[in-house]
C-alpha cells in the first residue's frame, strides 16, 4: 500500500511517500509506522488508543472519520494520506 505524508509530517518520516506491507488495519498500520519512525511521529499520530486531534488521515480520499477510524480494514493497493490539521489564510 502508498501511505503519503504532508507538511511537517515529512519532517518526522524524512519523505513524501512510502510503500508498506499489506496490514489489516488502518491502527496496525499506523502503529508499524510510528515504530519505524520514531516518538514524535507517534505522538501527532496517537493520543493515547486513539487518533490524535492534530492529525487527519485519508484512506482512497476518504476521512477515516467516515469509515471505521482506526479499525478501517485495509488491502495492498490503498492509499493512505496523513496530514497534519493546519490553519492559515
Known sequence: MKVMFFAYIRDYTGTKETYY?????????LEKLSDQYGE???AKIFQGENL?????ILVNGRHVEHLAGLATKLNEYDEISIFPVVAGG
Open 40 to 42: 514524535k511521529f507517534r
Open 52 to 56: 490524535g486531534p492534530e492529525i487527519i
Open 21 to 29: 506491507q499489506h496490514c489489516q488495519t488502518l491502527k496496525e498500520l
